[in-house]
């Protein structure tokens, strides 16, 4: 299996470095070399809109996605109403900053119906298209660990978030590809293959064991026990050569200085990728 | 959807009251008029094999499963070869119990390289399979919950344990229904389905939100999200009707009184099972 042999794709997910503001996280990736960033809403709102536009374009970044739309069931009308209007804005915002895709964690159900809830995603996504369309910006289902399940996402598989996502033209909607998320799935190579020109992302980090944290215990790459290389290979087998997203929840990580973890990130890129 | 009308299929898995010997678990059963039980390996140990069966059937107790062989892979043939030979002293006792079934927790990869793991609990299986058939055990896969792939078993999803089974003959190797290890799976019903004869036990307990821990983090049914009466009413429809087992990790119960548990254990069987 052959590395990557430049850091063009890498991108750097800005929860990686989670005390850093955009601006800073946008300085962190020019000082370290890193061409792509993927900001998060509530830092751009920390930053403004246009200033985070702004910034990330003087700075020559590209941005590989927004993170995040989604969320969609709620227990009543009115509630899930209001979650469509806030990806209405998310799918704005990453219009604005020229985002390649708007990253949908689906949400959690609220309740024992997880196939109701399953329904609203379905609803959710159908009324947000239209918009995001006019926008330009392309929705990314990322199906989460199915220990995830009832607290942030109801999609907990690739084969679902495929099956999801063939309910709308390939232009509009497809499947963000997290190692962390899916590599204990026996059907994982398959389904990739299956995603195939709707893959629009793909998110490294790893699998540390023992695990310390459902959610905060993500190791960097190499650290733990994810085929990465070959995930990513099959990926770029299926026709994906977009960026790479390194996406780490990690208390120690978020400990650490920031330059220091995009070193450690770009040394173990190459190494483990 | 109806509930259950008695205690006839209610099963204590031995786990559930983890600080009880296996004496004081039998007692316990026969106090709270719980008709089976389920003893792990290590109690049985403490206890003697032979006592172990006398206590049981003194108590006029049936034996639901015992808990439990599989933990197939391993980085030496050596060490793969033992694994089985204790898979056949695991078969001597629940052939001495009377056990309708070992349960088998497949276990985790020795490194990165999980597919050649999957491949090793094949071979386990198939290595096990006569031997176990000759002492009139059945062999229960029971799928794990994804987050356990690193740690306890690499086989994690209700599919992939019926693929596996249907290499062997039904009246040899099944799968076991754990709602905790499943729920989340957007193929369940499908797999309960296809598994049909195949089923081989149920369990039960629930999902807690938030999770506390990834292992000792189970509830008691009623406390968490589980479709726990669909499921049953599922594995019913494709043929189970056999003993259902109370089967619960959790620190707080663990230090619970043992008859308390039991109590609320019954309440909770009527109430949501």
Redesign the interface.
Known sequence: MARLGSFDRLSLNQITTERWSLREAVEGCVRAGVPWIAPWRNKVAEAGLSESRRMIQDAGLQVSSLCRGGMFPAATAAERQARIDDNRRAVEEAAELGAQVLVLVCGP?P????DRA?GWVAEGIDQLVPFAREHGVRLGIEPL???Q???RSVV??L??ANTLAEQFAAQDVGVVVDVFHV?????LYSQIARAGERILGFHVSD?I???PD?VLGRGMMGD????IRRIREAVEAAGYNGPIEVEIFNRAVWDAPGDEVLALMKERYLEHV
């Not at 733990?224 to 085929?227: D, T």
Request: no cysteine; net charge negative; proline share 10%.
């Open positions: 159900s309740d024992r119906d997880i399953r660990h199915p220990m399940a009832a607290e907990v598989t084969g679902q590599w204990w799935d026996p059907e699998w064991v023992p695990t459902m733990g026990v994810i085929e």
